[in-house]
């Protein structure tokens, strides 16, 4: 593809902040790099990955305010990370991760690993016990602005 060519079909996945080199060929035939803000087949494919990644972050966090799980899933899903990730932080087993998805299990977990799980998520302790976790994390960031 020559550099002239390069597809620059912004669909603003990046808000116009980055963007991705592309090789192509320059008028003298040589391979060069041009930055590109993308073309529309990959900021589709894109798009549906985000849009996967917020389906799974809402229906954890509607699983937490349900009960059905502790904020921990949450923050797992929100940060793109999975229990073994979260285990290798903690520095415990996978096992004792899973098991602290469980609410009855979460709600006596001592305060040390409470403030340690707040600390690999790197959210406050308040924020973290919260139930309501997205109004509650966006209060904490306009506080955090101020």
């Avoid at 990959?42 to 059905?68: L, S």
């Avoid at 690999?120 to 966006?138: C, I, Q």
Wanted: net charge positive; proline share 3%.
């Amino acid at each position: 593809m020559k550099s002239k060519d390069v597809p620059q079909d912004d669909a603003n996945m990046m808000q116009g902040k980055f963007r991705e080199p592309v090789y192509s060929v320059d008028e003298k035939g040589n391979y060069t790099t041009v930055k590109s803000v993308g073309w529309d087949a990959k900021n589709e494919v894109m798009q549906d990955a985000w849009d996967n990644v917020n389906d799974r972050i809402e229906k954890a966090r509607q699983n937490v305010i349900k009960g059905k799980s502790s904020p921990i899933a949450y923050y797992i899903e929100k940060n793109i990370m999975d229990v073994g990730i979260v285990a290798s932080y903690m520095r415990i087993w996978k096992w004792r991760v899973r098991r602290h998805l469980k609410p009855s299990v979460f709600k006596n977990l001592s305060d040390e690993m409470i403030d340690k799980y707040c600390e690999v998520f790197g959210v406050k302790r308040e924020v973290f016990l919260n139930a309501d976790l997205r109004n509650t994390e966006e209060k904490q960031n306009i506080n955090d602005n101020n």
